[in-house]
């Protein structure tokens, strides 16, 4: 998948080492049960969103419930039961820290917006855990917060940014720091980055192995 990534993406070559580390990091969280936390702005939210969904429902291959929970769901609910046995799939446990409209405006208006994304680190996050950290300026106040919060309680933190890293690089563990710096391209491949971590991950728990 990654020498796919690769050849369509040639600019991210440099970023190979960085993008497998990325992928050992979130293999080890998701193994020990541990949660990843996503987080970004304007359209590093919607990269957020859309990372989250992938984590948590089919992306490429099927994800069918362990036998015995089918079969418990089955017995104790019977058609309806069958129903969720059939439909629901597994999941890699992602939270999206943007989706929160409520308490992202509850903090932006009580406290300070450039607490929104911290505040819920605190909430969320205990240790093992991943901060997921999207800002193609490595910059956003909000992001640093977040960050510096992760850090403090035990999180490891991934960045997803542009080619300088910005201030978040120097307190990541890991930073995929892509090849552009522009807003607009530096987004076109974040898309294909996190789509192949996903990809990875999904293959990994989810693949004809297991």
Same mark, same amino acid.
């Given at each position: ?7 369509? #993406?040639? &600019? ?16 080890? *969280?998701?193994?020990? =049960? ?23 429902? *089919? ?17 104790? #609910? =019977? ?8 439909? !629901?799939? $597994?999941?890699?446990?992602?939270? %999206?820290?943007?989706? @929160? +409209?409520?308490?992202?405006? &509850? ?10 994304? &911290? @505040? @819920?680190?605190?909430? #969320? ?9 999207? +800002?193609? %300026?490595?910059?956003? =106040?909000?992001? !640093?917060?977040?960050?510096? +919060? ?18 978040? =690089? ?9 090849? &552009? ?12 980055? #996190?789509?192949? !971590? $996903? ?12």
């Amino acid at each position: 998948m990654i020498n796919t990534l690769i050849s369509n #993406y040639p &600019a991210l070559a440099g970023c190979k080492d960085d993008i497998l580390k990325a992928f050992e990091l979130l293999k080890s *969280t998701f193994e020990k =049960k541990g949660i990843l936390l996503v987080c970004g702005n304007g359209g590093s939210a919607a990269d957020a969103e859309h990372m989250v969904g992938e984590m948590m429902k *089919t992306f490429n291959l099927e994800r069918p419930l362990p036998v015995d929970l089918k079969e418990k769901l089955t017995n104790d #609910y =019977k058609s309806e039961g069958a129903f969720l046995a059939g439909h !629901l799939q $597994c999941s890699l446990t992602a939270i %999206s820290l943007v989706s @929160q +409209t409520s308490l992202t405006t &509850a903090i932006g208006n009580d406290v300070s917006a450039d607490l929104i994304f &911290a @505040q @819920q680190v605190i909430g #969320y996050g205990k240790p093992g855990d991943i901060l997921f950290a999207i +800002t193609t %300026s490595g910059n956003s =106040k909000n992001i !640093l917060n977040a960050v510096y +919060t992760a850090k403090v309680m035990g999180l490891k933190v991934i960045g997803l940014t542009g080619r300088t890293g910005g201030k978040i =690089k120097k307190y990541c563990d890991l930073a995929i720091c892509v090849p &552009a710096d522009e807003t607009p391209r530096i987004q076109e491949l974040h898309v294909p980055v #996190y789509h192949t !971590l $996903c990809a990875m991950l999904e293959d990994h728990f989810f693949g004809e192995k297991n």
